[in-house]
C-alpha cells in the first residue's frame, strides 16, 4: 500500500518505521530538521559540541518501555541522571528540595516547621493520586481534587499547585483545567515525594539524534523536509496529499502524526470528515517558550539546592529550570520562558502543549473510536495518557498494528 505520514517526530517516524518493511511510505515534514518535540540544539561544552534537548528530555523504563525498546534496537545509548526538583518561592526566598540534597538540605528541611508541614501534606495527595492512577480516573479537574482535602491555601496556593504548574511549564492561568491524574502522574512516576530516586535517563545523542538514526534505516520510506501538507482531500481511489510547493501525491493510508491543530487544518471543511474535524477541534492547547542557555541566574541562589528541575514562583507565574547537562556537571539549562529572558541563548524553542483536562480525556475516547474511518489515522503524544513521548510512541504502534496487523517489527517493539 501507499501510506502518507504527517509529521516526523516520535509518532511518524515509529509509525513510518513500522509499516516501511512492507509499505511505500513517504513522511511529509514541515521543518528543515526531523523529530517534531525530540528537539536537540548543539551546544559547545568543553571544546566539543554535545547535544541539549528542549522538548522531550528524559524518561524512566517504567512509563516508557516503547521508547526503551526502540533504542536498544537500533543500538542507541541512554546516560542515567537522577532526577530531583527544587521549589523557590522568589517572593520570601523560601527554598526546599525533594528529595533533600545532602546533610545541608536535610538540616534546612527539618529547621523549617512549614517545610516539614508541607511535605508532609504531600503524603495523603500522593496516596490518593496512586489509587486514582491505578484506576485511570482522569475527569476529576485539579480544584475538585484538592477540594477533597482540607489544606490551608498556604499549601494549595502558594506550593503545591504552582509547583506542578512549572514542572509541566504550565501558566498559572490554565493549570486548574488540568485533571489532577495528569498533573501527578510524572512526581508519582519520581518518587521523590517518597525520597527515593529512580533511574531516569536522557538519550545519548539527543532527541534528534535517536529520531535520524531510526529514520537511516529506512527502506521503502522517503522523508520529506521542508515540505508542510496543505491539504489532504478525497481522491479517485484513495486521499490526494498536497504539500505547499510541491507535487500532489495519491495514497491509499494518511497517518496523521502532528497535532490536531494542525490536522484539522490540512482536513478543512470538506464533506464527510465532519466527525473527526468535530473531535479535534475539541482539543485545547497552550504555549511555552523554553530557552537553551548558561546563565546560571536562572538557578537557585544556592547551588547545593541545584536540582534536575528547578521550580520559581513568583505569586503571578511559574517557571522551571532544567539543569540539562547535571549529569556531566555542565551549567547549561533549558528554561520556560516568562517576564525575563537569558541575554544570548543558543536556543529559543516555542512548543504548543495539550490542557490535559477531563475534556482533553473525553476527546482521546472520541477520537479513538473514529481512527481508521476512511483510512484516516492519528497518532501523537496528545492521543495517549498525559501526552509523553512514550504516549506518541504506543499510539503510532497501535495505529501501525491497525493499518497492517502482519508487520514484522511489531512484536519487537512490543517486546513479544
Partial sequence: MKIAVIGSGGAGTTASWLL???HDVTVFEKNPIPGGHARTTMVPLGGTPRPVDDGFVWFNEGLYPTLHRLLAIHGLEKVMLKLGASFTDTRTGRSLTLPPKGVGGALR??????????VAR????????????????????????????????????DFL??????????????????????????PLASDVTRGRVTPWYVVKVGGEGYIRKVQSTFKRTEVKLDCAVETVRRGATGWVVTPRGGEAV??????????????????????????????????DYYSTRIATHDDPSFMPARRSDWSTANIFYDGTESRVSIWADRQLGYDIFTTALDKREPANPFHVSTFILPVLSPAHYRAQAALWDLQGRDNLWFCGDYTRDIGSHEDALSSAV??????????????QLRGS
Avoid at 111 to 116: A, E, K, P, V
Avoid at 255 to 262: A, D, E
Fill in 20 to 22: 516501511d518493511e512492507r
Fill in 109 to 118: 528541611m527539618a529547621s523549617s516547621w512549614r517545610t516539614i508541614t508541607d
Fill in 122 to 157: 504531600l503524603q495523603p495527595v500522593f496516596s490518593k493520586a496512586h489509587a486514582m492512577d491505578k484506576a485511570k480516573v482522569r475527569d476529576v479537574a485539579w480544584p475538585d481534587f484538592l477540594a477533597s482535602f482540607n489544606f490551608p491555601k498556604s499549601f494549595t496556593d
Fill in 161 to 186: 499547585t504552582p509547583f506542578l504548574a512549572g514542572a509541566w511549564g504550565c501558566p498559572m492561568s490554565r493549570v486548574n483545567d488540568f485533571s489532577s491524574y495528569a498533573l501527578l502522574k510524572y
Fill in 250 to 283: 495519491e495514497v491509499d493510508h494518511v497517518v496523521f502524526g502532528c497535532s490536531p491543530l494542525v490536522a484539522r487544518k490540512i482536513l478543512g471543511d470538506q464533506q464527510g470528515v465532519d466527525a473527526l474535524t468535530s473531535v479535534l477541534s475539541r482539543f
Fill in 398 to 411: 497501535e495505529v501501525a498494528s491497525r493499518i497492517d496487523s502482519t508487520l514484522p517489527r511489531l512484536a
